[in-house]
């Protein structure tokens, strides 16, 4: 009981974090293919990790 709802758990927060990792590539390709400035991207990435 205890072990299924921690791996439960563990996959719900595995797919969370596949989630937001897929949403940054995603803004990234936009980033990319709209061609701004790698200052920009830069600048951008930044703001998303800090």
């Given at each position: 009981m205890?072990?299924?709802l921690s791996l439960?758990?563990?996959l719900s927060?595995?797919?969370i974090h596949t989630s937001?990792?897929?949403f940054l590539f995603m803004s990234y390709?936009?980033?990319i293919l709209s061609k701004k400035s790698t200052c920009e991207i830069v600048f951008n990435i930044a703001w998303h990790l800090y």
């Open positions: 205890i072990l299924s439960s758990l563990s927060y595995s797919f937001l990792f897929l390709n936009d980033f």
